[in-house]
């Protein structure tokens, strides 16, 4: 059964420490699977265009030393010679600037892509996602992290890539530079100043880290809030002196050389400190990804060991004792099955036993918060039984078993698809009867001006089908894709909730004369004659088991 994860508790406080470089390292992982991979070529080039760009900034830092001195000579050729090689400078460090950006935003781009389809392939393995969103309650937000915190990652570490990859080089670099110039005071005195710069934002990026994970947690539940709003909006609606023996030419010169080497030193500190914000911004994101990484990968692990366990307790052949023709008119076989709900294990069904054979529709009855959905739940496969066999004698999908909730799920696609979902083409076998077959089915579903509204079965509109359909609609489209499919079970959980007695009634004596054993959940009376048993649930594990009889 599957249960609720465990909250974290106040001591599992994000911060810069191994969790996060665990993290940040098992993401990389994901961003460079290989030496050769295109993200690895990528950051290489990136890595060789910093080196060459530093190389001309440095080439250009050095030019108003040599200005002094070609000054001070009234060297006109040489000022004319150093002019010249300073406008290619500066031009070349703009061509070079501008790669550096154009490089690190095809990081960004390649990067979301491989991070985005990683986590997604995890999301939508089995069905971890239902379990993520409704099982469990100790990884928030799952949608904002791989839509929103992926896109904030990505584009935080682009920004700091060339910086970061660059600096132990300019740092070791200038600090020689600077040694040269000024002896052991001025590279001492920098550096002291940045170590006690450091540990400072080190001590205030720590909380920044936690407060960071809390705000984007807080603006997934705001953004989830409004999505309720905008789904539900008409429910709610409704309610010192070396140098005095130099020259002044030779001094300028010096002068201006040393400026340069140690203002460049302070400088590429300084772009370090710049980037703590920048750089606390990623250790939340890389907390909040890895979270849901480490997450995603353990229950991935657990569906796929849940769905061996399921091939050999659903299979009909591994059942010992059973014939081998249940399987061919029987959809599911309950043998003393107890259910409860996963979040407090309240006892809703005990010792059910159960078949479900073809032509002997099941119609369950009960007051709310008997089972009659956690039922269906289980049959499904969304949760485990707490105890007893529940064996699957048929396939899930258009030919085998056919859900069909209370609120259907509509694609963004054309009015074709989303009668043929989840089939992503038409059946190969329809030919150029498939249109007939779809109007067909519109038309006895009651629906036949929908393909007026749509302007035909294949045009793209550009309409939320949950927006402009109305419930009742929506359920008629329900029917219409149950029809067109035409499976041998059909799983309803109050699917025809919105619809008149009347419609109810066609629409079911359809199914039945399409060869559709129902398994339905519903409160109505006149279904109880388009079923063959009734099963209600009674509340605290309670059930009858009645036939139902013909009139």
């Known amino acids: ?62 030019i108003p030393s040599q200005y002094y001195g070609v000054l001070g000579n009234k060297d006109l050729d040489g000022f004319k010679t150093l002019t010249f090689l300073a406008v290619v400078l500066i031009v070349l460090n703009s061509m070079l600037k501008s790669f550096d950006q154009f490089t690190c935003n095809l990081l960004y781009v390649s990067w979301r892509k491989d991070l985005t389809e990683h986590l997604h392939r995890l999301y939508f393995r089995g069905r971890v996602y239902y379990t993520l969103n409704v099982l469990r309650d100790d990884v928030d937000n799952p949608d904002q992290r791989i839509s929103q915190d992926v896109e904030r990652f990505c584009r935080q570490l682009s920004s700091m890539a060339s910086q970061l ?32 710069g450091t540990m400072v934002n080190k001590m205030l990026m720590g909380p920044i880290v936690a407060k960071l994970v809390q705000q984007e947690k807080l603006e997934g539940d705001f953004r989830f809030k409004h999505m309720q709003i905008r789904v539900n909006a008409e429910p709610a609606a409704f309610f010192s002196g070396v140098y005095g023996d130099l020259s002044p030419t030779e001094l300028s010169t ?30 939340g994101y890389t907390h909040r990804i890895g979270e849901l990484q480490d997450t995603l990968l353990a229950m991935s692990l657990k569906s796929q060991d849940d769905e061996m366990l399921d091939e050999s307790e659903w299979d009909s052949h591994s059942a010992p004792g059973r014939p081998a023709a249940d399987a061919a008119d029987t959809a599911f076989l309950l043998e003393r099955v107890s ?10 069904i005990e010792d059910l036993s159960l078949k479900v054979s073809e032509g002997q529709s099941l119609l369950i009855t009960g007051n709310t918060g008997t089972g009659k959905t956690s039922l269906l739940r289980v049959l499904g496969g969304l949760w485990k039984s707490t105890r007893g066999s529940v064996q699957m004698l048929t396939d899930f999908g258009p030919h085998g078993v056919l859900f069909l909730p209370q609120k259907p799920f509509f694609t963004d696609g054309t009015l074709r698809e989303q ?58 489209l329900s029917f219409a894709r149950l029809f067109y499919l035409q499976p041998k079970y ?26 559709i054993t ?14 063959s048993l009734n099963l209600k649930l009674c509340g605290e594990g309670r059930w009858q088991l009645t036939r139902i009889k013909v009139e």
């Open 1 to 62: 059964m599957a249960v609720r994860g465990p909250a974290p508790g106040p001591g599992a406080r994000p911060r810069l420490d191994l969790q996060f470089l665990q993290r940040f390292l098992q993401i990389q992982k994901v961003l460079f699977p290989s030496w050769s991979s295109q993200n690895a070529l990528m950051f290489l080039t990136l890595l060789c265009v910093a080196l060459l760009e530093q190389l001309v900034i440095y080439q250009v830092g050095l």
């Open 165 to 196: 990859i660059i600096s132990p080089f300019t740092l070791v670099y200038y600090t020689y530079q600077c040694f040269q110039s000024t002896g052991w005071l001025g590279p001492v005195s920098i550096f002291g100043y940045f170590i006690l």
């Open 254 to 283: 010096l002068v201006s050389k040393n400026a340069f080497v140690c203002i460049y030193l302070i400088s590429c500190f300084t772009r370090l400190i710049d980037l703590s914000t920048t750089f606390s911004d990623v250790a």
């Open 339 to 348: 259910i409860s709900v996963p979040s407090s294990n309240k006892p809703l």
């Open 419 to 476: 009668v043929i979902y989840p089939l992503k083409e038409i059946y190969p076998d329809s030919g150029s009867t498939d249109d007939e077959r779809i109007m067909r089915f519109l038309e006895l579903a009651g629906l036949s001006d929908l393909v007026a509204r749509t302007e035909g079965l294949d045009h793209q509109v550009d309409w939320n089908w949950y927006d402009v359909l109305s419930p009742g609609e929506m359920q008629r």
């Open 490 to 515: 059909a799983v309803l959980d109050e699917a025809s909730s919105a619809l008149t007695e009347e419609v109810e009634g066609e629409l079911y004596r359809i199914g039945q004369q399409l060869g």
């Open 518 to 531: 129902f398994i339905s959940v519903g409160h109505r009376r006149s279904l109880e004659k388009f079923h």
